[in-house]
């Protein structure tokens, strides 16, 4: 599992799984909705003070900290209303040793270019 960590292929592993999902238009619109409520909800409890911030030592901007909040939720991606498909026809799977096997190659073939750069 070190070699895994070491070339970062959890994340490789991760793109690729995005990439399978299927979007759904009208359930991405759904959600967007549901998030905006949500967001909009949560900065007018922010600012009328029902939640809790811990400012007990000095006076917290309450409007720029729900306007820091929204900021870093529109930021952050939402997959809700993405699906994946019902078959794996199109996706490359692998088995864990396949995977080690990928990764050993990898790192000879680091291994080979570098000793040709250095000559």
Request: hydrophobic share 40%; no cysteine.
């Amino acid at each position: 599992m070190a070699k895994l960590n070491q070339l970062h292929v959890a994340v490789v592993l991760k793109v690729k799984q995005l990439q399978n999902l299927m979007a759904d238009g009208s359930a991405i619109t759904k959600w967007f909705k549901v998030r905006q409520d949500q967001l909009m909800e949560r900065e007018r409890d922010i600012i009328e003070g029902r939640v809790d911030l811990g400012d007990a030592e000095g006076e917290i901007d309450r409007q720029q900290l729900a306007e820091d909040e929204r900021r870093e939720a529109l930021a952050s991606e939402d997959w809700r209303g993405h699906y994946m498909p019902p078959t794996l026809n199109h996706s490359v799977l692998f088995t864990r040793t396949q995977l080690l096997k990928l990764i050993h190659r990898k790192l000879e073939l680091d291994e080979e270019i570098d000793t040709y750069k250095k000559e």
